[in-house]
């Protein structure tokens, strides 16, 4: 009998399934902009302004800023930033991606949230509130290749 299997369920006739978790990459390859990338990354390239709209949980912010820098957009000190609207998504959408990227955060990926920084020394990635966008702005225009502004 297996031991992972609460005793008597057999006989209730209940079946139990073992859940595992994706592994990350399955799980990005399961997001909708996922196929879009190489579309993203000439559009970007080809333009000045790039809208990408989709739905909440589709890859933008996780993802795109991911494909640029994959791409060498925040080569030579550059900085690829992503505004969040809510201040308390910051910091786990910053961890989810240095977690995706195989990096500490605080390394290639940082955030900024009202008492809290984990901008230096950032590398590639920076994730703050839309409240923040023009005091970075202001400080680093020079540093910045790409802007998303998730919504």
């Not at 595992?20 to 990354?41: D, F, H, M, T």
């Not at 020394?121 to 023009?134: C, D, H, Q």
Request: neutral net charge.
């Amino acid at each position: 009998m297996n031991s992972d299997i609460p005793m008597g369920s057999q006989q209730l006739g209940i079946h139990w399934v073992k859940f595992g978790y994706s592994s990350i990459e399955k799980q990005i390859q399961r997001l909708p902009v996922y196929k879009y990338r190489n579309a993203i990354l000439y559009l970007v390239e080809t333009h000045a302004t790039t809208i990408v709209v989709g739905e909440t949980g589709s890859g933008k912010t996780t993802q795109i800023p991911q494909y640029l820098k994959e791409d060498g957009w925040a080569e030579g000190g550059r900085v690829i930033a992503c505004t969040q609207p809510r201040r308390l998504a910051v910091q786990p959408v910053a961890s989810r991606v240095a977690e995706e990227m195989g990096v500490k955060l605080g390394e290639e990926v940082g955030y900024i949230i009202r008492f809290e920084d984990l901008t230096k020394p950032v590398g590639a990635y920076l994730l703050f509130p839309v409240s923040m966008l023009f005091h970075y702005l202001a400080l680093l225009v020079h540093q910045f290749v790409q802007i998303f502004v998730a919504s």
